[in-house]
């Protein structure tokens, strides 16, 4: 689905009577012998400033540009009422092993039904890999206000790229984070390092979810002749499935952050 399509928010009512709520409506464009026509992706307050997911992509290419090392667009989620842009750079946060290096990434986040406000946050990439992980106890969320003009957010992103800058140079450390990586790739995989891990620190995951990780972990570890696993691959290959999901939902960025951050507090 494209998400860049015109949008509008319309005013609804009901035989005459005004509602407080307003539509907002994507024009979804002429195919073949049928017209262009509007279709609403959901309902917003009076209040709600619908933001075009073009301007959201735009403000993350002006931070790209006037942050101190390069990014480049990894990913865009968009199923037709939320919106997520990452983008990925090569520049090294830390190394989990030798040759193991891990980079920092960015996110930014809209919606169109109301349910998640432009906003923006870092993340880590896996370097060998391209897994991007997600974190909400590493990484602070930064809310944008919703403004009428993308100029109107200059301070805003002013300070994203400090905090992007600052990261980059060293003045923040990862260092927990990155410690906590490494201590996974020293922790073995045993049964019972399994199970407490899957019902102590990850119990909210699906078991759906938990079993495509189990199997995607024991079957790489089969495959790679590997008789010593570690918490690391296991945060791979949870990572691995998650973030290159054909079909990705809202619901699978959680599981992401809520996946990282589960295995780092379990050695923490």
């Known amino acids: 689905m494209n998400p860049y399509l015109p949008i509008r928010k319309v005013p609804l009512d009901y035989n005459g009577i005004s509602s407080s709520a307003f539509a907002v409506q994507m024009q979804h464009p002429e195919t073949g012998e049928r017209l262009s026509e509007w279709k609403e992706t959901g309902v917003v307050g009076n209040s709600y400033m619908l933001l075009p997911n073009e301007e959201v992509k735009d403000a993350a290419h002006q931070v790209a ?102 990261l980059a140079s060293g003045t923040y450390q990862l260092d927990d984070f990155i410690n906590n990586l490494r201590l996974l790739y020293k922790t073995a995989i045993t049964m019972d390092v399994l199970g407490d891990i899957r019902h102590n620190h990850l119990q909210e995951i699906p078991v759906s979810i938990w079993g495509q990780i189990v199997d995607r972990f024991t079957r790489t570890s089969m495959e790679n002749h590997t008789l010593y696993c570690n918490g690391w691959d296991l945060l791979n290959a949870s990572t691995d499935l998650l973030w290159h999901k054909e079909n990705p939902t809202v619901t699978t960025y959680g599981q992401n952050a809520a996946i990282v951050d589960g295995l780092c507090r379990a050695v923490a």
């Open 65 to 166: 540009e006037e942050c101190k090392i390069d990014f480049v667009p990894d990913k865009t989620f968009f199923n037709g009422r939320n919106y997520v842009y990452s983008m990925r750079s090569n520049h090294v946060a830390g190394e989990v092993k030798a040759g193991d290096d891990v980079a920092l990434g960015m996110q930014f986040w809209n919606s169109y039904d109301g349910s998640k406000a432009f906003g923006f946050a870092m993340m880590l990439y896996r370097l060998v890999c391209t897994n991007g992980m997600m974190s909400k106890d590493h990484f602070n969320t930064y809310r944008f206000k919703h403004e009428p003009k993308s100029e109107d957010w200059s301070d805003n992103l002013e300070q994203v790229v400090t905090n992007i800058n600052n």
